[in-house]
């Protein structure tokens, strides 16, 4: 499905602010893969999901989606395919529309769609997948979305990016910005979306019991690799206290602590 292959990033090359942060990155996405990614501050995470987004130029190496070469292809024709996440609730939305009139463009992938009449039928439609969010937004189609909480909005943020029916699913952090509650409902949310769609994707995530619980297969990352690629067995057998001991292992480095991977 994705294929990375040597894939390096440098910032300021060749000035006394070189920073090599991502360092011949190799990495297989297959189809139905939710990897997730947890790594400390600085590994270069962020950086991997913008050269595959094409937010960033790879200083070398090849980005290859669905056996294209799409290295040189610009991020908003990648969009089509590639669906991101940040953070940030505010994002994925736009605030001043109402409900319904983000979900048009996001079901004809573009603002032509906006002349896409809505008639009762397609109302419903929203109000079936609305129903799925299990926040009572299937009520609200007409308000605006700016007036949704912060875990509303990444909820339907999700929905809206999982409609447009991406090839691959990046998730930068999507649930760091909600309280507790809201985080855990949106990772659920997550978790089913890409069962019930057959996802395929990567969540970046600082809370190492979400890398554990979520997803098939988990890859940490460390000053700009790959350092740990589990899946299967091997990952459901995963504890916090046993990825610290890995870490430890494969950097054996012995200032490292939970704080560190977490932070
Ligand atoms: N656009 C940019 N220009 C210059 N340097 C950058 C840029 N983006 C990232 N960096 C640098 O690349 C390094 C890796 O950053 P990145 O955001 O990918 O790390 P991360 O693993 O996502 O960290 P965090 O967990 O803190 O979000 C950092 O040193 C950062 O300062």
């Known amino acids: 499905m994705v294929k990375l292959t040597d894939l390096n990033k440098v910032f300021f090359k060749d000035t006394v602010n070189e920073n090599h942060v991502l360092k011949g990155i190799n990495l297989e996405i ?30 070398s190496g090849t980005v290859h989606l669905k ?17 991101r996440i940040f953070q940030n609730p505010l994002l994925g939305t736009a605030g001043n529309m109402s409900l319904e009139d983000n979900m048009i463009i996001t079901g004809s992938k573009g603002f032509k769609g906006l002349k896409i009449s809505l008639n009762n039928k397609k109302r419903e439609q929203f109000k079936t997948v609305l129903r799925e969010l299990d926040m009572g937004l299937e009520y609200r189609l007409k308000d605006n979305v700016g007036l949704l909480s912060g875990g509303q909005r990444q909820a339907l943020t999700l929905l809206m990016m999982v409609l447009s029916r991406p090839e691959l699913v990046l998730l930068d952090e999507h649930t760091a910005a909600l309280d507790p509650r809201n985080a855990e409902k949106v990772l659920n949310l997550t978790d089913n979306l890409f069962k019930k769609y057959d996802l395929t994707g990567m969540m970046i995530t600082h809370n190492m019991e979400h890398a554990i619980k979520y997803g098939n297969r988990l890859l940490m990352m460390d000053k700009g690799e790959i350092i740990l690629d589990v899946s299967g067995k091997e990952k459901d057998e995963l504890t916090v206290n046993s990825l610290v001991q890995k870490f430890h292992d494969i950097r054996s480095e012995n200032y490292i602590n939970d704080e560190t991977l977490l932070s």
């Open 30 to 59: 297959k189809k139905g893969d939710f990897i997730t990614i947890i790594g400390s501050n600085g590994a270069g995470k962020s950086t991997l999901f913008n050269l595959i987004s094409g937010n960033l130029e790879c200083s």
């Open 67 to 83: 056996n294209k070469d799409i290295t040189k292809i610009k991020e908003h024709k990648r969009a089509k395919y590639i669906g």
